[in-house]
Structure formats: C-alpha cells, structure tokens
C-alpha cells in the first residue's frame, strides 16, 4: 500500500473547487434577464392566492 498522507485533503480540495465551479455556473445563469423573469413569474405564481 502506498503512503495516502494527505489523500483527505486532496479529497475535499477537489470537491470544493467543484463546488466552487458550480455555483460560478449559477451565477452566470441567474444574471440572464430571461431566466430572472422566469424565476419571478414561478415565484409570484407561487404566492398568489387562488379564490
């Protein structure tokens, strides 16, 4: 068996930066006018009283 000195750490760099590039990604796609106007028009939507 090798040496995993450090392999944990190497883990989490790994699944943060993923994290970090995610929600880069997000970013990038709530910033479009179209999918802020979608996104509000679900939410008022959502709230609005049916009677």
Do not use: H, K
Request: glycine share 8%; no cysteine; net charge negative.
């Amino acid at each position: 068996m090798g040496d995993e000195t450090g392999a944990a750490t190497a883990e989490y760099v790994v699944a943060t930066m993923a994290a970090v590039g995610f929600a880069g990604l997000l970013v990038v796609i709530l910033r479009s006018a179209e999918v802020r106007q979608l996104l509000t028009d679900m939410v008022q939507r959502a709230l609005t009283v049916q009677q």
